[in-house]
């Protein structure tokens, strides 16, 4: 059955020229294999980021139905797109997108209400911002309609919000002044007040505290979002779910090893808090390689697959089940992953430097070796790096010949990955344990 978003598609393509790569086609999907639910999300079908790949898109549907369970949407939840002005509401594309994903059976989930990013040069609110427009409580009263309003709207139909989205600076790359823009117009308890105001307009929905990547100095990133979640109680909110958003691009041998993933997914969960790992993409491609492989190679697929497989399995032993909220990969096919189209990920790679391969199906939609490693986590089983058997010989048609040096290649990136830690001095230290455990694991690995 193909999965019809009458916005975005007119009917199910053939698909049957598109075959998995066959290492084993009997494997069951993620959703069926997953003891917590599995999530996506959906791009527009004429997205001007994936024009050329539109004669694909019910494919890319199809998939979508058969591995997972929920879906939300990269963009038409947000402010900007559902408040054009600040007294004029559009939801045409969102109450289809809603009503379309819940008659096929899936959860929703809204990402989201509140992104310092919706707060562009050539927004209302940005314009309001620099003219001294409103005061602090023309801003409250905004946007308490405004929360209230939308989460309302899909009372019962949307199953959770990302009520604050990426609040805290990253570690490196970022302007800590952008991301206070909410507390600038409404003041200190504007976040506590959000979340009190979400769970007025829909007390059965969940509502969840989102934050990006937390690659060098994740573990005291964890700790400032637990505090921040701790202070939006204080402010009257309720925090359910701590989101820690997937997209790792930097140090990615480093960052994602098990014991890292374990340690702030545990954090999160010892605190009281379920935990969702949103966003999943590992870019192999972005710091400290910077671009520069330009084609896709079986040491990239064994650190790929090594990377979700260890992902996976922390988020299982470290978070009870009673509070695993679910794990939302960010795109189907390796086009749709982030860090592959993100403008943010620019400043990370030299200049006409190659591309990303960050998700679980290639750009033809076969499964690449990652998906394998992410089912044998859903079923507790630790793998190795893997070289021989990433791909069957002759799969990678731009493929060099089986390595005899895939320890020495694989600890040449990982001491690379380690100096690039220098640039975030807070990190090194941290990251020590982490290395040494990579490091550790790769002697160990067999051809």
């Not at 020229?17 to 066959?22: E, G, K, L, R, W």
């Not at 709207?153 to 002044?177: C, F, Q």
């Not at 934050?211 to 005291?220: K, S, T, W």
């Not at 700790?223 to 204080?234: F, P, S, T, V, Y």
Request: include cysteine; aromatic fraction near 14%; charge should be negative.
């Amino acid at each position: 059955m193909c999965l019809v978003l009458s916005l975005f598609v007119l009917g199910c393509s053939d698909s049957s020229s598109q075959h998995s790569v066959a290492l084993d086609d009997a494997l069951p999907s993620m959703k069926n294999r997953s003891p917590f639910p599995m999530g996506n999300i959906i791009y527009l079908e004429d997205d001007p980021r994936f024009v050329s790949y539109q004669s694909h898109y019910a494919d890319v549907l199809n998939i979508t139905e058969t591995e997972f369970d929920y879906v939300g949407h990269d963009e038409i939840f947000r402010i900007r797109e559902t408040h054009p002005t600040p007294f004029i509401s559009n939801y045409i594309r969102l109450d289809a997108f809603v009503d379309t994903a819940r008659s096929q059976g899936f959860r929703v989930h809204g990402h989201n209400l509140l992104f310092y990013s919706d707060v562009g040069q050539k927004s209302w609110i940005n314009e309001y911002r620099e003219n001294g427009t409103w005061s602090r409580e023309q801003w409250l009263v905004w946007f308490e309609r405004y929360i209230k309003e939308k989460v309302g709207r899909y009372k019962g139909k949307v199953a959770s919000w990302d009520v604050l989205n990426e609040p805290l600076a990253r570690a490196i790359g970022d302007d800590p002044v952008a991301r206070n823009v909410f507390i600038e117009l409404a003041g200190d308890n504007i976040y506590g007040k959000a979340f009190r105001w979400a769970r007025e307009a829909d007390p059965g929905a969940t509502l969840v505290l989102n934050e990006f990547f937390l690659g060098p100095g994740g573990i005291d990133k964890t700790d400032k979002l637990i505090a921040l979640a701790e202070k939006i109680a204080r402010d009257g909110g309720k925090v359910d779910v701590i989101g820690f958003e997937g997209i790792y691009f930097f140090s990615p041998l480093i960052f994602s090893s098990y014991s890292y993933n374990y340690d702030r997914f545990k954090k999160a969960a010892d605190a009281g808090y379920g935990v969702t790992l949103s966003e999943l993409n590992v870019a192999l491609n972005i710091y400290p390689a910077a671009g520069k492989y330009q084609k896709q190679s079986r040491v990239l697929h064994s650190v790929q697959r090594k990377a979700f497989n260890n992902i996976i399995r922390a988020y299982v032993d470290a978070v009870p089940e009673q509070q695993r909220w679910g794990v939302t990969i960010w795109g189907v096919p390796d086009y749709h992953g982030f860090t592959r189209f993100g403008d943010i990920f620019r400043a990370f790679r030299s200049p006409g430097g190659g591309s990303e391969w960050p998700l679980l199906w290639d750009d033809r939609l076969r499964k690449k070796p990652a998906y394998y490693g992410m089912l044998n986590a859903l079923d507790g089983i630790e793998e190795p790096f893997i070289y021989r058997d990433v791909y069957d010989e002759g799969m990678l048609v731009d493929d060099e010949p089986l390595l005899q040096d895939f320890k020495i290649v694989l600890l040449e990136q990982l001491e690379e990955e380690e100096q690039s830690l220098s640039i975030v001095p807070t990190a090194t230290a941290a990251a020590i344990h982490y290395y040494n455990e990579v490091r550790q694991n790769i002697e160990a690995s067999a051809y």
